[in-house]
């Protein structure tokens, strides 16, 4: 019978061992997939299958570049302003024509109240020696070139002011000729009519445009 020396205690032998295999003087061994690299997070941006990261910074640029692109109006806008511009042009051109053209006669009834002929005849039918209705071509083929589709996709400053511009001072002739038409001449001609109606609807829809920042360029935005 084997005898133990005082102080000390009895190992437990190999089949009845008390601690256990995964563990060492009582604390867990730690896994290894606790132990090791995490995956996604090493040194150079790369992923665990040690592809490089996929950049981030696309979208913004994205973002940015389309924030830069050019602020052109609604389709329906350049259209229904160059609709309106080529038909000043055309009831212009015909005013032109029958001031010079003594064959031709305007297509207006001839009352007190409404006579095209005896406004396109009068004194205040030539402003500076040049006749209203040439004036109101010249303005007119600007108009149809500066409020066509191509035009308000340019974002030149001086082309949008030219067009402000020339609408302003369009509406306050316009306004000038209906107190001739109504104080001084005493008949209202519906030729002139329909282009001073045509110059105020454009005179709205172009400072609407303007105040919406149609024809400028956005600044790009930064991430």
């Known amino acids: 019978m084997a005898t133990r020396k005082p102080g000390t205690t009895a190992r437990p032998s190999d089949g009845s061992k008390s601690r256990d295999k995964g563990t060492r003087g009582g604390r867990p061994e730690a ?32 973002a940015a570049a389309a924030e830069a692109q050019p602020a052109a109006p609604p389709l329906w806008f350049q259209l229904t302003t160059w609709i309106l511009s080529l038909g000043g042009l055309g009831a212009s051109i015909y005013l032109t024509i029958a001031h010079y053209n003594t064959a031709v006669t305007l297509a207006c009834p001839a009352t007190s109240t409404i006579n095209c002929e ?17 004036l109101g071509l010249a303005f007119y083929v600007f108009l149809a070139v500066v409020n066509s589709p191509w035009a308000w996709r340019i974002t030149w400053p001086p082309l949008r002011w030219a067009r402000v511009g020339s ?52 600044a790009p935005t930064r991430a």
């Open 118 to 134: 005896k406004v396109t005849t009068s004194p205040e039918s030539m402003v500076f020696g040049i006749p209203v209705a040439v």
């Open 31 to 62: 896994s290894a997939t606790t132990t090791g690299p995490r995956q996604g997070n090493r040194p150079g941006g790369r992923g665990g299958n040690g592809r490089p990261a996929p950049a981030r910074t696309a979208a913004p640029v994205k």
């Open 167 to 218: 609408m302003v001072v369009g509406i306050l002739f316009v306004l000038y000729l209906i107190y001739a038409e109504l104080f001084s001449i005493g008949a209202i001609c519906l030729w002139c009519t329909s282009v001073h109606v045509i110059t105020f609807a454009l005179f709205v829809l172009i400072v609407f445009g303007a105040t919406a920042g149609y024809g400028t360029a956005r």
